[in-house]
């Protein structure tokens, strides 16, 4: 007597396959997006070494700063606080990677516009620059520059040196920064518009100190 397979077997078995195999491609994806959320670049500004005062005398721990970026237009800062230096780190980068903005960029390389940032006795100028110039920039600030992906910019600390406050006030100025195509879609008018009252604006200024 001749075996005859069962076509519900069969189907069976090439739905099992066709499972195991998306359970594999799923696998693969989310293997690849861990690997392209990695591909972030970060700098330890500073690291300082604080103590406590206890009962029993002083208990030592160390407190980082870091910057997290993609290169691509986002960035983050975050600071962590532990008894070992590379925990300390880890902390400061975990919290960094939670707290990243997104900044506008002119043709990938530079700012749209001059923006002053504040924060306590912080206080920094961020001016755009032409092509070439290159980060012309403090310690604290060039870190987040470089990581955001900036290419030409000029800054100037024109407050307190405090790395910590030279970064949050960097960080307080990108988040004003914004893109001629935001100011059109808020003001509901084209992008050209805003650009040409730019231009008219530049123009006459010109005119007026000759």
Known sequence: MAYAP????????????????????????????????DELKDKLVTIN?????????????F?????????????????????????????????????????PMREGRTLHHDVIGEFGAGRVLLRAAPAGTG?????????VFETLGMGDVVAKCMGSANPHNMVKATFAALTKCTSPRAVASRRGKKVADILGQKKDAGEATEAANA
């Open 6 to 37: 069962r076509s519900g077997g069969e189907g069976g078995g090439e739905g099992g396959r066709e499972r195991r195999g998306r359970r594999r491609d799923g696998g693969g994806d989310n293997r690849q997006e861990r690997q392209d959320g």
């Open 49 to 61: 070494r604080v103590a406590k005062v206890v009962k029993g005398g002083r208990r030592f721990s």
């Open 63 to 103: 407190a980082a700063l870091v910057v997290v970026g993609d290169e691509k237009g986002r960035v983050g800062w975050g600071a962590g606080k532990a008894r070992e230096v590379p925990e300390a780190i880890r902390k400061a980068t975990e919290r960094a990677k939670r707290t990243m903005i997104r900044v």
């Open 135 to 143: 980060i012309i920039a403090g310690g604290p600030m060039r870190a």
